[in-house]
């Protein structure tokens, strides 16, 4: 049998598997959260303060609110929903699947999606994004880094990991503590051809050897914009009573949003000057996209340091 053939197989049994189980939903606005009380991608069912949904898909639900609510509403992030990529989504819907089946924590998908749901109308779509059943959001910033995955899908079609999980693992601070994550130091800048060859081929770890350094050195010591947003984001809570924002420091957001604005230029540019007859999913993450980059970086570096 042809490797495909026992993909299809394979693909076919799970499906059959997960539809013995009812898939559950909870929503609330235009997010709606899809899960299963039973099975493979069976949640925790502990509902610790009795309002008949499990307190893993209330913390997973809270914690994306509160990320809209930081990165949309008090610090002037894009909403994904309103830029010309997804403006035609009407829902972000959030799966919560087994490990096993994603392979990671969580996963975003930058394409909007039709999962004909039932009762939506023909043609609706949606942004998404997953996160594994072993996820608990009290504890874990999966949802944050995973939300901040899809303002970046809304603004630029680069997709160099470099750059979308060193800002990503950067992200989760803003609902975590201590304003930023690990970093190295950074001598000299701006940095050597060489350096920035070691910086591409990095994931996880640009953040802590190249955003998080710069947000550092960057950083205006500027408060959290006082807002209404804030003032609500001040008094949320997970399932078991503890606060879903852990402090009000997020170092480098200034220059991190300015970054992502002008990535939303650079790719026009970078699709002229590559030739590209398409975003492909190739074309979304090829390391000729990293000098492009490099650049947007090195101009708002030099503009916010005066030079």
């Keep these: 049998m042809k490797i495909s053939r026992i993909l299809l197989v394979i693909s076919a049994l799970l499906f059959s598997i997960t539809s013995l189980y009812a898939e559950e939903l909870w929503q609330k606005g235009n997010i709606r959260i899809h899960y299963f009380l039973e099975g493979p991608h069976a949640v925790d069912p502990t509902d610790i303060n009795h309002n008949q949904i499990p307190d893993q898909v209330e913390d997973l639900m809270t914690q994306t609110i509160a990320s809209r609510m930081m990165f949309v509403e008090v610090l002037g992030f894009p909403d994904p929903f309103a830029g010309k990529r997804f403006k035609t989504a009407s829902y972000l819907d959030i799966h919560i699947r087994s490990k096993e089946k994603l392979k990671a924590n969580g996963v975003a998908y930058d394409e909007l999606q039709r999962f004909n749901k039932p009762g939506d109308p023909k043609g609706t779509l949606s942004i998404c994004f997953n996160v594994t059943n072993e996820i608990k959001s009290a504890t874990n910033l999966s949802p944050t880094h995973e939300f901040f995955h899809l303002i970046q899908h809304g603004v630029t079609y680069f997709k160099n990991r470099w750059f979308t999980e060193g800002t990503a693992r950067w992200a989760q601070r803003a ?120 650049q947007t970086v090195n101009k708002i570096v030099a503009r916010r340091e005066g030079r």
């Design 175 to 294: 609902l975590g503590a201590e304003g930023v994550g690990p970093c190295e130091s950074m001598p000299a800048w701006p940095l050597s051809a060489e350096r920035m060859k070691e910086i591409g081929g990095l994931t996880y770890g640009a953040a802590e050897a190249f955003w998080n350094p710069l947000a550092v050195r960057l950083d205006t010591h500027s408060p959290l914009p006082e807002t209404p947003a804030l003032a609500t984001l001040r008094t949320m809570k997970y399932a078991d009573g503890s606060k879903v924002l852990k402090d009000e420091k997020l170092i480098g957001w200034e220059f991190i949003h300015e970054v992502l604005l002008e990535l939303g230029k650079t790719d026009e540019t970078a699709f002229r000057t590559l030739g590209y007859d398409s975003w492909s999913e190739e074309n979304q993450r090829s390391e000729r996209n990293d000098p492009f980059i490099f």
